[in-house]
């Protein structure tokens, strides 16, 4: 992939558009590091393309990047039938002018995209390029081989798939602070009361080891089911290391390092101030992104 110090057009192009493509990716495929590898793809391909018949190089790229993590977006499909346990998206440490950026966030947030993996790639793709980026049903059709009637059905379904699915109402960054230090204290003191006090009713709690990492294999359901699990095993964890809060996927999250190295990101859903979603990623070969900050953009 080109280096800053590279200043021919084909290049600058990219480079100028290089965290929106990133960011197309990583919506489509919930990791960053095949998002990095569509990105490889779309750069040996858009080097390769005359500029002079290009008439807009950002809806072009796009296009690329779409095509490529479609066909990533099926061979994940495939991987995911045989990982073990449960599988989570990769957390990404993200700057607060992505939290700023209140739609944004929230298409990047864990929950979203566990929303997202229910959708078919078609039907991701659409909702990603038309509903998180506003593209045009032409260019999108362009992008993905079918008609624009085509993807305005398309686009009609995956949004209503989405809205059934998705968090009930917006939530703030403050607001998910708020619910997550309330979170914290309980954890960090045992106070099972304070847990169920926090914790939806019908609260699920998913780990994902990726088979390297101890986790629960099946997702818990449940207030006082989680309370209990948490409340015993977070806090043994806790007091051998150091939990701190952390930006993670535009949404305040907690980061469990052990020995200084990140053991546990735990992401959450708040829905009406309580917390109906916990998310657990230990898996540390999806860990490598949270050492840096992840520039986003739409």
């Known amino acids: 992939m080109p280096g800053p110090s590279q200043t021919d057009p084909a290049t600058e192009a990219f480079l100028a558009h290089r965290?929106?493509?990133?960011?197309v990716a990583y919506e489509m495929l919930g990791s960053a590091a095949d998002a990095e590898d569509v990105l490889q793809e779309t750069w040996l391909r858009w080097v390769g393309v005359d500029l002079a018949t290009v008439r807009d190089q950002r809806a072009y790229l796009v296009r690329i990047t779409t095509r490529q993590a479609l066909a990533r977006l099926r061979t994940l499909g495939r991987r995911k039938?045989?990982?073990?346990?449960?599988?989570?998206?990769?957390?990404?440490?993200?700057?607060?002018d992505v939290a700023e950026d209140i739609e944004l966030a929230d298409s990047v947030?864990?929950?979203?995209?566990?929303?997202?993996?229910?959708?078919?790639?078609?039907?991701?793709?659409?909702?990603?390029?038309?509903?998180?980026?506003?593209?045009?049903?032409?260019?999108?059709?362009?992008?993905?081989?079918?008609s624009p009637a085509a993807i305005r059905q398309i686009a009609h379904r995956a949004r209503a798939h989405v809205t059934a699915r998705r968090p009930r109402g917006a939530v703030t960054p403050g607001e998910a602070r708020g619910a997550l230090n309330a979170f914290q204290r309980a954890v960090e003191t045992g106070d099972l009361q304070g847990l169920l006090d926090i914790l939806a009713p019908d609260v699920v709690y998913v780990?994902?080891?990726?088979?390297?990492?101890?986790?629960?294999?099946?997702?818990?359901?449940?207030?006082?089911?989680?309370?209990?699990?948490?409340?015993?095993?977070?806090?043994?964890?806790?007091?051998?290391?150091?939990?701190?809060?952390?930006?993670?996927?535009?949404?305040?999250?907690?980061?469990?390092?052990?020995?200084?190295?990140?053991?546990?990101?735990?992401?959450v859903r708040v829905d009406d101030g309580l917390i109906t979603g916990l998310y657990a990623v230990r898996n540390p070969e999806k860990l490598s992104h949270m050492q840096r900050e992840t520039t986003l953009r739409r």
């Open 109 to 146: 947030s864990m929950a979203m995209l566990l929303v997202l993996e229910t959708l078919t790639p078609t039907e991701r793709a659409v909702f990603v390029l038309r509903d998180v980026f506003d593209i045009g049903y032409d260019e999108i059709a362009e992008a993905v081989g079918k």
């Open 19 to 23: 965290n929106l493509l990133f960011t």
């Open 207 to 267: 780990a994902d080891g990726g088979g390297i990492k101890r986790a629960v294999p099946r997702p818990i359901v449940g207030a006082g089911k989680v309370a209990r699990v948490l409340a015993i095993g977070l806090r043994q964890i806790a007091a051998a290391g150091s939990l701190r809060p952390a930006q993670v996927n535009g949404y305040p999250a907690l980061v469990l390092r052990l020995d200084g190295e990140i053991d546990t990101v735990l992401a």
């Open 81 to 96: 039938e045989s990982y073990l346990g449960q599988w989570l998206p990769e957390p990404l440490l993200t700057a607060q």
